[in-house]
C-alpha cells in the first residue's frame, strides 16, 4: 500500500488508520517500492493505496511517481538480464569454436 498508513477518509468496512491530517508522503517511496519489488523478482503487482483528500491531487502525481519508476526498474532489469544472456552466448560460442579447433582422436 503507497502514500503511507493513514486514510484521510473513515470508511467503517476498513482498518485502515484515519486521520484528517495524515503525515506527509515520503518522497523516496517510488525508488523504494522500486527497489523491493525488483529484488522479490515479481512481473506482476498490485498497488493500492491509502485515500489522501488532503492533497491537492489526492496523490495521483505521487502514485504516478511510483509506476514511472516500476517501468524503469523493470527496463533496466531486462536490459542488465540481456546484456548477460549476450555474455553467456558469447562464451558458450567462443568454447565450441575452441573445441572444433581441436583435433580429434
Known sequence: MIMGDTCT???R???VKTSRTP????PEEPQKVAKAISQWGLDYVVLTSV???DLEDQGAYH???VIQQLKTAKQQQQQQQQELSIGFWCIIKEKWQQQQQQPTC
Open 13 to 15: 468496512f476498513c482498518a
Open 9 to 11: 477518509r473513515g470508511c
Open 23 to 26: 503525515p506527509p508522503l515520503d
Open 63 to 65: 502514485f504516478r511517481r
Open 51 to 53: 485515500d489522501r483528500d
